[in-house]
């Protein structure tokens, strides 16, 4: 499947979300494409931050733990080896763009042209942690099992959630989507995962077959 191909699908969904959040009555909106704004504040139920940070904390255990376990021989097991570099990847760049753009959040003000101030706003990098997530597993399966697909429910949820408590605006997570996306196409590209190149046979093999 080339980028292209895989991205559409993608992008409709991140389309159609930040559709789903713009506000009911039109207002002038900033930022690089004009449509960044605050959303309505909403920090409760399933948009809370805790779940939010349960989320970030459930992944990174998944694909770790999955890793380990099932091992770098094993298919699903090198698929999720491609996640940890995907989001390992993505995690570094987006703190490096962080530190480069210093764009402020919507929790410091209402104005989302605020660039090279104080803030780390810019891209979000737990949405760029879910996409990158997410990208190999649906490369990798799509195929086999297109219910796959349903994966981008995770960014998708994300990107709304950090907008909606004012951790981002609409294009710190749709660029943050991208950087995710992208490194999940290059992991997934991969004959041999980053991080599984450099760890101890054992792990290649996995955990399952010590027991």
């Known amino acids: 499947m080339s980028p292209t191909t895989f991205l559409s699908p993608a992008l409709q969904?991140?389309?159609?979300s930040l559709a789903l959040s713009a506000p009911v009555t039109a207002s002038a909106g900033g930022g690089p494409l004009g449509i960044d704004h605050r959303l309505a504040y909403d920090n409760s139920g399933i948009w809370a931050r805790h779940d939010q940070?349960?989320?970030?904390e459930g992944v990174i255990v998944t694909e770790v733990g999955a890793g380990l376990w099932l091992g770098g021989e094993d298919r699903l097991g090198k698929t999720f080896w491609q996640s940890i570099d995907a989001t390992a990847f993505g995690t570094v760049t987006v703190e490096g763009l962080k530190y480069t753009f210093g764009r402020e959040r919507p929790?410091?003000?209402?104005?989302?042209?605020?660039?090279f101030k104080s803030?780390?706003?810019?891209?979000?990098?737990?949405v760029a942690l879910q996409a990158g997530f997410v990208t190999p597993l649906i490369l990798e399966y799509h195929d086999d099992h297109p219910w796959v697909w349903a994966l981008e429910a995770l960014?998708?949820?994300?990107?709304?959630?950090?907008?909606?408590?004012?951790g981002h605006w609409q294009t710190d997570v749709l660029a943050a989507w991208g950087i995710g996306t992208a490194w999940g196409i290059y992991a997934h590209g991969r004959q041999m995962p980053v991080f599984l190149s450099?760890?101890?046979h054992g792990v290649m093999l996995g955990w399952h077959a010590s027991f």
């Open 198 to 200: 450099v760890m101890p």
């Open 13 to 16: 969904i991140a389309v159609l």
């Open 53 to 56: 940070l349960l989320l970030e």
């Open 155 to 166: 960014p998708t949820y994300d990107a709304l959630a950090r907008m909606k408590t004012w």
């Open 107 to 115: 929790s410091q003000t209402d104005d989302p042209n605020r660039w």
């Open 119 to 126: 803030g780390q706003s810019f891209p979000s990098g737990e």
